[in-house]
T-cell receptor, first 113, second 114 residues
Framework: KAGVTQTPRYLIKTRGQQVTLSCSPI?????VSWYQQTPGQGLQFLFE???????NKGNFPGRFSGRQFSNSRSEMNVSTLELGDSALYLC????????????FGPGTRLTVL | AQSVSQHNHHVILSEAASLELGCNYS??????LFWYVQYPGQHLQLLLK??????LVKGIKGFEAEFIKSKFSFNLRKPSVQWSDTAEYFC????????????FGKGTMLLVSP
């Protein structure tokens, strides 16, 4: 089985712009979670989608949003980018998102200038 | 909400030394526990997990972890580390009630010198 894929792998944006990141889960997985990884804060949960519905949301401002499509692929969007949004954004998929294991993609490295 | 504490931010060992990385969590109910590893330039990979049963779990590459419920701990061990074990290690916990989230510790950077 192919693993979790994320596109693009690297992105450079300037303050005030918006960005969309994409994640394709492992085939058959219906849950997709997003995390932000920074050296200072570590891995922080952004949100989780299951069957096109947001099931959980972390403590991030409304500028961070996401969605999931019927094929379980997911996108996250960050609007009005700030310097502090520079981070590695990780996507993880699992079959049901509740009691099973999450498998992570390689991440998208976002740099905001 | 659950939280995870990893005792050491940085650990430096020589090859063949034994490793123990501490992890404690706070949550009053039943949890699933995980150790993930992130090798330099690579993505986060599952090292091992505990859901139920034998509290001593074995993972890939000779790693093992022991769940001690009374201490809310899930420490990672390896009898003899190799240079290739240089990586960042993350402990994570997920409550087994409702739709809980996976909560990570801050991570421990392990550097193994040859």
């Amino acid at each position: 089985k192919a693993g979790v894929t994320q596109t693009p792998r690297y992105l450079i944006k300037t303050r005030g712009q918006q960005v969309t990141l994409s994640c394709s889960p492992i085939s058959g997985h219906r849950s997709v979670s997003w995390y932000q990884q920074t050296p200072g804060q570590g891995l922080q949960f952004l949100f989780e989608y299951f069957s096109e519905t947001q099931r959980n949301k972390g403590n991030f401002p409304g500028r961070f949003s996401g969605r999931q499509f019927s094929n379980s692929r997911s996108e996250m969007n960050v609007s009005t980018l700030e310097l502090g949004d520079s981070a590695l954004y990780l996507c993880a998929s699992s079959s049901n998102g509740n009691t099973d294991t999450q498998y992570f993609g390689p991440g998208t490295r976002l740099t905001v200038l | 909400a659950q939280s995870v504490s990893q005792h050491n931010h940085h650990v430096i060992l020589s090859e063949a030394a034994s490793l123990e990385l501490g992890c404690n969590y706070s949550y009053g109910g039943t949890v699933n526990l995980f150790w993930y590893v992130q090798y330099p330039g690579q993505h986060l990979q599952l090292l091992l997990k505990y859901f139920s049963g034998d509290p001593l779990v074995k993972g890939i590459k000779g790693f093992e972890a022991e769940f001690i419920k009374s201490k809310f701990s899930f420490n990672l061990r390896k009898p003899s580390v190799q240079w290739s074990d240089t990586a960042e290690y993350f402990c994570a916990v997920k409550a087994r009630t409702g739709y809980s989230t996976l909560t990570f510790g801050k991570g421990t950077m392990l550097l193994v010198s040859p």
